[in-house]
């Protein structure tokens, strides 16, 4: 079974402040996506990555895969309060199973004024 | 493009009895997965369909089952209903064949068990 630890479960910040959220795994993923959830809606792609070692910009949020496809990182730069939000990570294993995927357990960020 | 459509939004049912919760898909997706999401479980996956087959089956009981249609709308049911069973489930859509796995989810059907 294929698990993937997401930390911090929480975070509170204070708005301009840097954050990083992280995913971790024993297995080796063939793509890792991000999702950002808030109260009442389904989670919402932020980004794929696919190649071990990529990292990829949007705007403030920069997020790269590890060299192994194991593991991946979130960092927001000068958190914003319209930041605040559950992030998954989730994990595709390719191959046949292409609607399945490993989610972490999320990060509830919240950021205060 | 109009995005995925779940209905019912919200539902409350009592022990013992059944649900069925629908699926749009996005507009030429053809795979739609379920998941189910609790506060301690976080995003479970349940099933997937495609073509009107299901690939890949989660770990729950045979209690929750589904079928997608020839337009590849989906439904998934849930039988002899739980109080364990109370959780938002979603339904995601994806294309499949060619992409990396990006799921596009709709807001959900929450269901509630008394």
């Known amino acids: 079974t294929q698990l993937l630890e997401q930390s911090p479960q929480f975070l509170s910040i204070q708005e301009g402040e840097n954050l990083t959220v992280y995913c971790n795994s024993s297995?080796?993923?063939?793509?890792l996506q991000w999702y950002r959830q808030e109260p009442g809606e389904g989670p919402v792609l932020l980004v794929t990555v696919v190649t071990g070692g990529e990292v990829k910009k949007l705007k403030r949020l920069t997020f790269q895969f590890g060299d192994a496809r194991k593991d991946s990182s979130l960092h927001i730069t000068a958190a914003q309060t319209g930041d605040t939000g559950l992030y998954l990570c989730?994990?595709?294993?390719?191959?046949?199973?292409?609607?399945?995927?490993?989610f972490g357990q999320g990060t509830i960020l919240t950021v205060h004024p | 493009k109009a995005g995925v459509t779940q209905t019912p939004r919200y539902l409350i049912k009592t022990r013992g009895q059944q649900v069925t919760l629908s699926c749009s898909p996005i507009s030429g997706h053809r795979s739609v997965s379920w998941y189910q999401q609790t506060p301690g479980q976080g995003l479970q996956f349940l099933f997937e369909?495609?073509?009107?087959?299901?690939?890949n089956k989660g770990n729950f009981p045979g209690r929750f089952s589904g079928r997608q249609f020839s337009n590849s709308r989906s439904e998934m049911n849930v039988s002899t209903l739980e109080l364990g069973d109370s959780a938002l489930y979603l339904c995601?859509?994806?294309?499949?064949?060619?992409?990396?796995?990006?799921?596009?989810f709709g807001e959900g059907s929450r269901l509630t068990v008394l």
């Open positions: 297995s080796v993923f063939s793509s």
């Open positions: 995601a859509s994806s294309i499949r064949v060619g992409g990396t796995g990006e799921l596009f």
């Open positions: 369909y495609f073509s009107e087959t299901q690939r």
């Open positions: 989730a994990g595709a294993s390719g191959g046949t199973s292409y609607g399945k995927l490993t």
